[in-house]
């Protein structure tokens, strides 16, 4: 990297801009900005900077060497080149700092892309060789940081001592700011602009009992670009994340380089930490004051025995959040071009699991069997020919299309297709984590597929 990022302090300090267009103007309207004294040498100006010459020095003159004397910062911006090179050397020569724009090789400064919420600035470069993708990722940004980050941050800069005094230790500062700079009162209050009342909650909130707390959270159906902006926040603000081996390698790397991770293995098939120890695990290390993250695959609540853990922790008297993720049946038939309802071939969509619980209670496989809906079956590869049989015994016909989707909105995703007399068969040929879609919407994926993925053409005899 041949820029070293750094914040420079420029007010006050004298600035020349050479150029009288719109890119100069740009650069004039930055140091403007951060209350540099500038100095504009041109023959000519440009509407907009008349419309502003009150605020920096104009000479009306071309550029001579003399204009260095006594700068600490130079931009060459007219739009002769031959100026602008003798701008840069000569301004080099004198071991100046120097821009000149659009020639970042030529530069020994550059100008970052800026999203602000002052006081925040976030400042980033391409080093100039990548435009476009810089103005992408500064509207991601922009899109990202809320508008009162600004507030939070003069806030949380005016309580700074205080907050060191009330936490000798470094770690219960953080784990103080971690729980409250995204509260939603605190939050409430910032967007109102009433930072008073904001500053005596956080002052009522040093006060408060330091407890630990569980975020169940849902990492999506794999693909980390579809993880939620609270999952993401919740992941880096962890002490421990106990995960399920469902969450993909993609999102675990997302969590908090800190945070202690533990792998508590739940997969189809394979429980290599018991459910009753999990959750012992989550009592314990939220008794000891810390965020924790319980991270399973999918949404929490979707088969996933989100709602045991909360009880176990409301029973504990354990302050929990839950933060929702995308299911799999949403996530990976949208990627596999599975529309779950469409008015020619479902009117309604059904999600069931593929286990059952210890009793063997079995589900109503007669309102399972019905036509005009689309059948979603989890963790179900397994019982593939107990479900086979027992929907076509209870009336949905052995040709009804089939959709098999493994490892769904990852690269690894494969999809295979078939006839429902042939589930038993195709499950063989998929590994879990695998959805089963059993319905007439499983054709369109024929014309809606657009995931570029491992996909498997129909099986031999499928119907179109």
């Keep these: 990297m041949a820029h070293l990022p750094l914040f420079i302090k420029i007010e006050q300090r004298p600035c020349l801009v050479v150029g009288g267009g719109s890119v100069a103007a740009r650069k004039v309207r930055l140091l403007l900005a951060r209350g540099a004294r500038v100095t504009l040498v041109s023959p ?11 605020q920096f020095t104009w000479l009306a003159m071309p550029f001579a060497e003399a204009h260095l004397d006594g700068q600490f910062l130079v931009i060459a911006a007219t739009d002769d080149l031959e100026v602008n090179a ?11 700092l120097v821009n000149k724009a659009d020639d970042s090789k030529r530069s020994a400064v550059i100008f970052p892309s800026i999203v602000e919420r002052p006081p925040i600035q976030v400042a980033f470069s391409t080093g100039g060789g990548a435009p476009s993708l810089a103005r992408l990722l500064r ?43 995204d509260d939603q009162t605190l939050n409430a209050l910032l967007k109102q602009g009433n930072l008073a009342a904001a500053e005596i909650w956080l002052q009522q909130e040093m006060q408060a009992p330091q407890t630990g707390e569980v975020i169940l959270v849902g990492a999506g159906p794999g693909d980390p670009d579809l993880l939620t902006i609270k999952a993401l926040n919740e992941l880096q603000k ?19 380089p800190e945070a202690e991770r533990i792998s508590v293995g739940k997969k189809a098939g394979h429980h290599s930490v018991p459910q009753e120890q999990i959750n012992d695990l989550l009592v314990k290390h939220a008794s000891a004051g810390k965020r924790v993250v319980r ?13 045991e853990e909360l009880q176990t922790l409301r029973e504990a008297g354990i302050r929990y959040q839950v933060v929702p993720g995308i299911t799999a049946a949403a996530g990976a038939t949208a990627y596999a071009g599975i529309p779950l309802t469409h008015r020619d071939h479902a009117q309604s969509a059904v999600f069931i699991t593929g286990h059952c619980k210890k009793d063997g209670i079995e589900p109503d496989w007669t309102s399972l069997a019905a036509g005009n809906q689309t059948l979603v079956i989890y963790m179900g590869l397994m019982r593939s020919a107990h479900i086979q049989q027992r929907l076509v015994e209870h009336g949905r016909a052995g040709d009804t299309p ?17 006839r429902l007399e042939q589930l038993a068969e195709l499950a063989t040929r998929v590994e879990s984590p695998a959805l089963i879609v059993i319905g007439e919407v499983t054709t369109l994926a024929d014309s809606l597929a657009w995931f570029k993925s491992a996909d498997i053409p129909p099986a031999a005899g499928h119907c179109a």
Excluded at 239 to 256: C, G, H, T
Aim: net charge positive.
């Design 44 to 54: 000519t100006l440009a509407d907009e900077l008349q419309a502003i010459q009150d």
């Design 86 to 96: 003798r701008v840069y050397q000569l301004a080099n020569q004198r071991g100046l």
């Design 139 to 181: 509207a991601r940004l922009d899109a990202l940081l809320p508008r009162h980050l600004g507030e939070l941050a003069t806030l949380s800069g005016r309580l700074r001592q205080a907050v060191k005094q009330c936490f000798a230790d470094s770690e219960q500062r953080r784990r103080f700011w971690a729980r409250t700079q």
């Design 238 to 256: 962890a002490d421990v994340v106990l995960f399920d081996q469902l969450v993909s390698d993609d999102i675990l790397a997302l969590i908090r």
């Design 295 to 307: 991270l399973k695959g999918g949404d929490p609540f979707m088969f996933g025995r989100g709602a």
């Design 402 to 418: 089939i959709a098999l989707i493994e490892r769904g909105t990852t690269q690894a995703q494969r999809v295979v297709r078939g």
